[in-house]
């Protein structure tokens, strides 16, 4: 797949599930009343939901500039790795978190990935800039 290609099919896919679980919490927040929206479930399904949604924005803009950057084929890719794993893991974990706690433990994996690949990408910006 061309550099930043899968950044930008698997941004759109997430956002699609994404949306598709605003979609389910909808209809909980209708169905479920005041006990569900002081769920904690709610809460972090909520919060999965927003950051499944940004983070799949911002490796759609990762795709769309990554190959603009001064940064050399092997970073390019290893920060669009990076940046399409921050995407999966951090939702996943905030998702899975209130039914299985220990899957709380890939938010922080989830959440480096997206720093390390958004550091990768501002050092080839900068560095691309004369």
């Known amino acids: 797949m061309d550099l930043g290609k899968k950044n930008i099919k698997f ?3 997430w956002i699609t599930l994404a949306t598709f679980l605003g979609f389910i919490l909808a209809i909980k927040l209708q169905t479920g009343g005041e006990e569900w929206q002081k769920s904690p ?3 972090y399904w909520r919060t999965a939901h ?3 949604n ?3 924005i911002l490796n759609i803009l ?3 500039f990554i190959g603009r950057v001064g940064l050399g ?3 390019k890719n290893l ?3 990076l940046a399409i794993a921050g995407m999966v893991l951090m939702p996943l974990g905030l998702f899975f978190v209130p039914l299985i706690p220990p899957a ?3 938010i922080p994996i989830g959440e480096w990935c997206i720093i390390i690949s958004m550091g990768m990408m501002a050092a080839g910006a900068f560095k691309s800039i004369t």
Do not use: R
């Open 79 to 81: 920060g669009s790795n």
């Open 41 to 43: 479930v709610h809460m």
């Open 54 to 56: 940004t983070l799949a």
């Open 11 to 13: 941004g759109f896919l």
């Open 104 to 106: 709380g433990y890939i």
């Open 50 to 52: 927003v950051h499944a």
């Open 73 to 75: 084929d092997g970073a």
């Open 62 to 64: 990762y795709g769309l």
